[in-house]
């Protein structure tokens, strides 16, 4: 019976990082389908990492999410004999209904690989460590995310013992990497709300100097996007990593009022600031009431 290992589709770098590093301790092949996000594109470029694309395999194993839709499209669920994921998931074993389910909180499904190291007596490889480490760096936040736990730490640090330290060199590739393409990336990750007439696009950055001195062209991509979806209002989310800072650019005086009322955002023209790492799964809610309720 032959088994692959597979995160979940155009995965990010905790679903790369598991399923390499799990192939490792399970002596199992693993592909991914789809694109992978920035980050592992870095990362795997640096470490020249390649695999043969998907095959149907009489049995899978799924990394990293343990939702239908997150599947790639020519897994059948039957054949899923092991999910391990760190978000809850209702009715995970009904959608699985053969498999080993492993569903934990912890910041990264990353540090859920690390932890199986660990049991197993087994060392993980450079490669491993490296991808695993950087994950769960990546995926905490820097440890500044509300979803960061003591594991999180503990096996970050335990991974240090294998792990080239390439966080901070990949958070600044990635910050290049979005410099150049600033108007491309503030397209890409604009999500929109029609109910509320409400844009939100989201750029986690490294340092966020260089963008603020951006700020003409980023009003100026906001407004083009706002008009190309019809959109009332619309800002942006800009968190920086480095300093655990969040900043909010916005020419829209109702979206200010409510980032200051409701976050202690505080804004001096279109550039607002506020201590503390908020993202935009945490700002949208509130900030689509506010809007509509018209306060
Ligand atoms: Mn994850």
């Known amino acids: 019976m032959n088994t692959l290992i597979?995160?979940?589709?155009?995965?990010?770098?905790?679903?790369?990082?598991?399923?390499?590093?799990?192939?490792?301790?399970?002596?199992?092949?693993?592909?991914?389908?789809?694109?992978?996000?920035?980050?592992?594109?870095?990362?795997?470029?640096?470490?020249?990492?390649?695999?043969?694309?998907?095959?149907?395999?009489?049995?899978?194993?799924?990394?990293?999410?343990?939702?239908?839709p997150g599947l790639p499209p020519f897994v059948d669920p039957k054949k899923v004999v092991e999910v391990i994921d760190h978000r809850s998931s209702p009715g995970v074993e009904k959608h699985f209904p053969n498999a080993r389910i492993l569903i934990e909180r912890v910041g990264a499904a990353a540090t859920l690989i690390g932890?199986?190291?660990?049991?197993?007596g087994i060392e993980p490889s450079r490669i491993s460590a490296t991808f695993l480490r950087a994950a769960i760096y990546s995926n905490t936040l820097a440890f500044r995310a509300s979803i960061t736990t003591e594991r999180d730490r503990k096996i970050y640090e335990y991974l240090g013992r294998f792990a080239e330290p390439v966080e901070e060199w990949l958070m600044k590739k990635r910050n290049e990497a979005y410099f150049q393409n600033l108007r491309e990336q503030?397209?890409?990750?604009?999500?929109?709300?029609?109910?509320?007439s409400l844009g939100i696009s989201q750029l986690e950055v490294f340092g966020a100097e260089p963008f603020l001195e951006r700020i003409e062209e980023i009003l100026e991509v906001l407004r083009s996007l706002a008009r190309a979806h019809k959109l009332q209002h619309i800002f942006l989310n800009m968190p920086d990593i480095a300093t655990g800072t969040s900043y909010f650019i916005t020419e829209d005086e109702?979206?200010?009022?409510?980032?200051?009322?409701?976050?202690?955002?505080?804004?001096?023209?279109a550039v607002g600031k506020r201590e503390g790492l908020l993202l935009r799964k945490q700002v949208k809610e509130i900030v689509k009431k506010n809007l509509k309720e018209g306060i």
């Open 254 to 269: 109702r979206i200010k009022e409510v980032l200051e009322r409701v976050f202690g955002a505080v804004f001096e023209g």
């Open 186 to 196: 503030l397209t890409l990750d604009l999500s929109y709300y029609p109910d509320a």
């Open 6 to 68: 597979l995160p979940p589709k155009n995965p990010d770098l905790d679903g790369i990082a598991c399923a390499l590093a799990y192939s490792e301790l399970r002596k199992l092949p693993w592909s991914y389908y789809g694109t992978p996000q920035l980050e592992p594109r870095i990362l795997m470029e640096r470490y020249g990492i390649f695999v043969d694309p998907p095959k149907p395999a009489d049995a899978y194993i799924f990394v990293d999410n343990s939702e239908l």
């Open 115 to 120: 932890e199986k190291f660990i049991e197993n």
